[in-house]
């Protein structure tokens, strides 16, 4: 199946603080990427969807301003925490769907292995 | 709105046991059902998928039966290994939609 990497693994950052997390498709085309956020021994929470080159689509209760989330290419997603709290500690995953037609990957959703953040 | 149901865990079993993580949907339509598998340290990949009603989906051994008349995806594996000890989620898509999980079973498998 497809790859999808996410750097860094892991951050540790003072409160107040911003941080950038990169979701990257290593060897396919994703025209639509999606941000969870996933809580200890709770299920992943949909964050927010973007598609390449337009404004991303934040879910019901997810601050946009804080979450600034950015998808400037196919194969690249950026999700920035703006000045990030302690409720904020969570593991962020990404996600990445193809629909180029043709594809093998086509309307399959990959995942990237997640981003720990602790704010502190 | 669309929601997905999952068997709480921690489930514990020794190598060779019967698994089942019973999975129960409700939503508008006629959705896509999934099994999604994470391994300690690494991301979501998917393990199996059904995408209409009494379709099976099967992988590595692990089996799924799509049932629309009790709404369920109950993920079963006759013989289970240490190796597939990690977090299983059940999914489901309506349509165009985005995923909707479940919240997840561990699962640890002891020699």
Not at chain 2, 99 to 107: A, H, I, P, S, V
Request: charged letters at 15%.
């Amino acid at each position: 199946g497809a790859v999808v990497s996410q750097h860094p693994s892991w951050v540790i950052c003072k409160s107040g603080t911003s941080v950038k997390i990169e979701c990257r498709s290593l060897d396919f085309q994703a025209t639509t990427m999606f941000w969870y956020r996933q809580f200890p021994k709770q299920s992943l929470m949909l964050m927010a969807t973007s598609n390449e080159g337009s404004k991303a689509t934040y879910e019901q209760g997810v601050e946009k301003d804080k979450f600034l989330i950015n998808h400037a290419s196919l194969t690249l997603s950026t999700l920035t925490v703006t000045s990030a709290h302690p409720e904020d500690s969570s593991f962020y995953i990404c996600s990445a769907r193809s629909y180029m037609a043709g594809a093998s990957s086509y309307n399959e959703q990959f995942f990237g292995p997640g981003t720990r953040l602790t704010v502190l | 709105g669309d929601s997905v149901t999952q068997m709480e865990g921690p489930v514990t079993l020794s190598e060779e046991a019967f698994l089942t993580i019973n999975c129960t949907y409700t939503a508008t339509g006629y959705p896509s059902l999934f099994w999604y598998v994470q391994y300690p340290g690494e991301g979501l990949q998917l393990l199996l998928k059904a995408t209409k009603a009494d379709d099976k989906g099967s992988n590595k051994g692990f089996e799924a039966t799509y049932r629309k008349e009790t709404t369920s995806f109950h993920l079963e594996k006759g013989s289970v290994q240490v190796s597939d000890s990690a977090v299983y989620f059940c999914a489901l898509r309506s349509g165009a939609n985005n995923l909707f999980f479940g919240t997840g079973t561990r699962l640890t498998v002891i020699p």
